[in-house]
């Protein structure tokens, strides 16, 4: 059996994400989705691939999406669910970040209409199953099967006209008929107007494009629910912070980044030695050895995070210089693409505009005002498809009255 070193603790687990000798290993076991796609890419391939993708992401874009964007998209989420009085927090949580998803992605919605959002929904939630195959408990075979199934639906009932469109735009900006600005602002265009450069083909396009569908959704889906549980045991416990999370935006994203730091995405990354070395806690690697840098502890280290490091508590003291979410957005060669954009920045710009909460606490916020509990007739589940500890389902009622829709 071959040997896997493993990285405990904040410092050597944040050496060992920026360690350029280490190579990501957590997504071959679904090729069909996840096959150089920017997360598995390593070396000058990431580097290029990861430059040009990047622009996309500055900060006025995480800014400019909370303002102009969402709040649009949330209401128009939430609407049916208010109607009905009740929701299912992770459905939910989908939901309203696939439209986040599929602009990031370059993914049109012509019709706009509910069952568009529905099969969205759908292929991204299966994108999701093959991105985290590594820890399923389902068939693997079958869910590579079924990845591949929805990646060809997806194809050619999304990608391929989406595609199209902005080939073509990018042919009139070739003949001066456009000008660049005119294009849109996504991860297709950019893979589009670079195909050449970066050798891409069309399935390698199509494959990057699905991976940042999940990308968007997957993770925020399942920090809203992880968050929204601490924060409901919380307010058992402090009722006098129920009324200060409905008013203190920094507060409540004080407690998203609490919850995020407890509930990394995954507990841990896996990533092998291109060459044989010695890690900074004085583990000697051999060439071709697998390492699972273990996230969780990193984020539970007493003395960054303080002796109740394991417990929620928005109003811990936390080291200065160590982000009150510790490694849950990974940091280095893999940084998260969306950690402004989900868990904000939290300070006001020099503008003086008010400051940027992210996706998550927006969320939170909305369901907060609108009175959102557990449903306590539908007790919440675990998702049994995943080693992962996250919510299958997360019953809520939702509105004044306990009777169903708002009153
Ligand atoms: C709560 C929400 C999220 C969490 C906890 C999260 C977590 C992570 C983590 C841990 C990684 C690095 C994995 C590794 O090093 O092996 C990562 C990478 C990535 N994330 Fe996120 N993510 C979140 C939301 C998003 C969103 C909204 C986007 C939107 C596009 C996104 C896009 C990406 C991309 C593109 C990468 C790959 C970066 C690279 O390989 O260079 N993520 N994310």
């Not at 609407?79 to 989908?94: C, N």
């Not at 490091?309 to 893999?334: C, M, Q, S, Y």
Request: include cysteine.
């Amino acid at each position: 059996m071959t040997h896997t070193a493993r990285v405990t603790g904040y410092h050597n687990a944040h050496a060992a994400l920026c360690d350029k000798r280490l190579v990501q290993s957590m997504y071959s076991e679904c090729n069909v989705l996840m096959e150089r796609v920017l997360l598995t890419l390593h070396g000058d391939a990431h580097t290029c691939r990861r430059a040009i993708e990047w622009k996309l992401f500055r900060r006025d874009f995480a800014r400019f999406y909370e303002r102009e964007i969402y709040p649009n998209t949330l209401a128009q989420t939430l609407a049916p669910y208010l109607s009905s009085g009740q929701m299912d927090l992770p459905e939910f949580g989908f939901r309203v970040n696939i439209n986040l998803s599929a602009d990031i992605a370059g993914i049109d919605r012509p019709e706009g209409s509910a069952a568009e959002t529905d099969a969205l929904v759908a292929y991204t939630r299966k994108f999701s199953e093959g991105a985290t195959l590594f820890h399923s408990t389902r068939d693997k075979d079958t869910v590579r099967r079924e990845v591949g199934e929805a990646l060809e639906s997806f194809k050619h009932a999304f990608f391929v006209p989406s595609r199209d469109r902005r080939e073509q735009m990018l042919q009139r900006v070739g003949k001066g008929e456009l000008s660049e600005d005119e294009l849109p602002r996504d991860i297709l265009t950019v893979l589009l107007a670079n195909r050449q450069e970066q050798n891409l083909d069309d399935d390698m396009i199509l494959r990057e494009v699905a991976f940042f569908m999940q990308a968007g959704s997957h993770s925020s889906a399942n920090a809203l629910t992880h968050t929204f549980h601490e924060l409901h045991q919380w307010c058992l416990s402090h009722p006098e912070d129920r009324e200060r999370l409905q008013n203190d935006e920094l507060f409540l994203q004080r407690c998203v980044h609490e919850s995020l730091r407890l509930h990394p995405a995954s507990p841990v990354a896996w990533r092998t030695a291109g060459e044989a070395f010695t890690l900074p806690d004085g583990t000697d690697l051999a060439e071709g050895e697998s390492v699972v840098i273990d996230l969780m502890s990193a984020n539970l280290e007493a003395p960054l995070f303080g002796d109740d490091a394991a417990i929620f508590n928005p109003k811990r003291e936390v080291a200065p210089r160590i982000p009150p979410f510790g490694l849950t957005f990974g940091i280095g060669i893999h940084t998260c693409f969306g950690r402004d954009i989900a868990g904000g920045l939290g300070t006001a710009s020099e503008s003086g505009q008010a400051p940027h909460i992210g996706t998550l606490s927006n969320l939170l916020k909305s369901l907060l005002a609108c009175n959102a509990r557990p449903n306590p007739a539908l007790a919440a589940q675990l998702d049994d498809g995943t080693e992962r500890p996250n919510w299958g389902t997360y019953p809520l009622l939702i509105g004044a009255t306990d009777g169903g829709g708002k009153s």
